[in-house]
């Protein structure tokens, strides 16, 4: 199933909106043939499985399935996988999870109802991490957002006086670009925008689009600033901000330059309502994913929020040794361990010097 996991990883960002599946199938203990769902619209990964199978000249009835997620039991872009499973004459099959879409559920029982030997719950864990953009979209009206962020050994995101390129390695800071190529937009905070003056674009080549850039900050900048968003990304570039901020007459010129600012409610505890405009990227601009680059004050607060599903963490081996300096996250004031937001590590790499730590949260 683990084999399944990394399969599946294949199809992420190009299976979007769809789930992404790893299916592979087992005979005397040997992989012999491997699938996974490429991309949005093409077959799933149970039928590039049996595409495999046919390739190898394996029989699949002489094999046991395993998949990711339950297969499909109906009919959309392409037929149900439950019924290619059991047309190949497969007996036996292993579920990492069940289908979270309750149009497509109901793969394993057609398969149990047509004898079909079904064990499910397999590396659980795994198969609902490798899918949690998936379930964010079915049960959200959320884009799946991705924190990034950047730091050393001691938790520092830039110097006492602000300085902070470069953090990361030049590995590291590619991989920062391949993350923008595939979001909708990439969030800053307004403390982010004034200091680092960010263009907020993916510098791969081949790049067809570019993401929005959406700032979050309480004080808009004067029209005629020098901020690249503002010279050069105006028609791209929005600015979450209270309501009366964005009512007033500063807000107007921004807008007359071809810039979108949104007025945003703020919560019981003083906080923009962030889940209202990241609803807004999603609906609007059909954004599915969004990534956050910080700084620690933002990332904190849509991780408080449950508004982030994920954070990537790069960690670089330097030390600061300075408490004035900027740290990784602030705002909170906990007097005990147990109050701590709590986090869990889904994956560790090497990138360069750096290592990165991709992290999810408990809930």
């Avoid at 077959?43 to 029989?59: F, S």
């Avoid at 998936?134 to 990034?148: S, V």
């Avoid at 689009?209 to 690249?228: I, K, R, W």
Wanted: aromatic fraction near 4%; charged fraction near 25%; glycine fraction near 8%.
């Amino acid at each position: 199933m683990k084999e399944a996991v990394a399969l599946a990883r294949h199809g992420r960002w190009a299976a979007a909106p769809n789930p992404c599946v790893g299916a592979l199938l087992v005979k005397d203990g040997q992989i012999v043939a491997r699938g996974w769902h490429t991309a949005y619209g093409k077959p799933h990964a149970e039928v590039e499985c049996l595409r495999d199978a046919d390739r190898n000249g394996v029989n699949p009835a002489e094999c046991t399935l395993v998949v990711t997620l339950e297969p499909c039991n109906h009919t959309g872009k392409t037929p149900p996988c439950s019924h290619a499973v059991l047309k190949a004459g497969i007996k036996h099959v292993v579920i990492g999870m069940m289908d979270p879409n309750p149009v497509a559920q109901g793969g394993a029982q057609y398969l149990r109802d047509h004898g079909v030997l079904v064990e499910a719950g397999v590396c659980e864990q795994d198969c609902n991490d490798v899918i949690a953009d998936f379930i964010t979209w079915k049960k959200t009206p959320l884009p799946y957002t991705i924190i990034k962020l950047a730091s050393t050994l001691d938790g520092r995101i830039a110097t006492r006086t602000g300085h902070s390129r470069w953090i990361s390695g030049e590995k590291s800071r590619t991989r920062v670009h391949e993350l923008r190529s595939h979001a909708g937009a990439v969030i800053v905070g307004g403390n982010t925008f004034r200091k680092d003056n960010p263009q907020l674009t993916c510098r791969l080549s081949g790049v067809r689009g570019q993401p929005l850039a959406v700032v979050v900050t309480s004080e808009l900048p004067e029209a005629d600033s020098s901020m690249y968003l503002l010279r050069e990304r105006a028609a791209e570039t929005i600015f979450w901000t209270p309501k009366p901020v964005a009512e007033s007459a500063k807000a107007d010129v921004l807008r007359n330059m071809g810039v979108r600012v949104k007025g945003l409610d703020r919560n019981c505890k003083g906080r923009l309502d962030l889940r209202t405009g990241l609803a807004a990227l999603r609906n609007e601009e059909d954004c599915y994913y969004t990534l956050c680059e910080g700084g620690g004050m933002l990332a904190l607060s849509l991780l408080e929020m449950q508004l982030a599903q994920e954070l990537e963490l790069h960690m670089a081996p330097k030390l600061l040794g300075d408490a004035q300096a900027a740290p990784l996250f602030d705002g909170r004031t906990p007097s005990t361990m147990d109050q701590a937001l709590g986090l869990r590590i889904c994956d560790v790499t090497r990138s360069g010097e750096d290592v990165i730590m991709t992290l999810r949260t408990r809930n």
